[in-house]
Nanobody, 123 residues
Framework: QVQLVESGGGLVQAGGSLRLSCAAS????????MGWFRQAPGKVREFVTA????????YYADSVKGRFTISRENAKNTVYLQMNSLKPEDTAVYSC????????????????WGQGTQVTVSS
């Protein structure tokens, strides 16, 4: 079965960095667009960033543009999220997801989801 497993979350001070990873199995990874979403307590799930199946095209939410970078290694079935200049408002559970669309910000268009990893940014 398809599995997406995130790792790399943790506690970091404001201004710090974290790198999240999402390892995929059970699917032909190189044919899926991948995305990262986040959900803070009491808030709706929010699109963060997405990357095309080839890695040649990316898309970011305005709130993270210039601070976060998505990338992927199809040979390793892994997608990454490099997060720099973190702010307390970035605190959330971050989940990766796979979609048949090339890159997409609509969560309903994603077929598979990971369990998520907690990112906490202290002020």
């Amino acid at each position: 079965q398809v599995q997406l497993v995130e790792s790399g979350g943790g506690l970091v001070q404001a201004g710090g960095s974290l790198r999240l990873s999402c390892a995929a199995s059970g699917l032909t990874f190189s044919t899926y667009g991948m995305g990262w979403f986040r959900q803070a307590p009491g808030k709706v799930r929010e699109f963060v960033t997405a990357i095309s199946w080839s890695g040649g095209s990316t898309y970011y939410a305005d709130s993270v543009k210039g601070r976060f970078t998505i990338s992927r290694e199809n040979a390793k079935n892994t997608v990454y999220l490099q997060m720099n200049s973190l702010k307390p408002e970035d605190t959330a559970v971050y989940s990766c997801a796979a979609t048949h669309y090339d890159k997409c910000e609509v969560p309903e268009y994603y077929s598979y989801w990971g369990q998520g990893t907690q990112v906490t940014v202290s002020s």
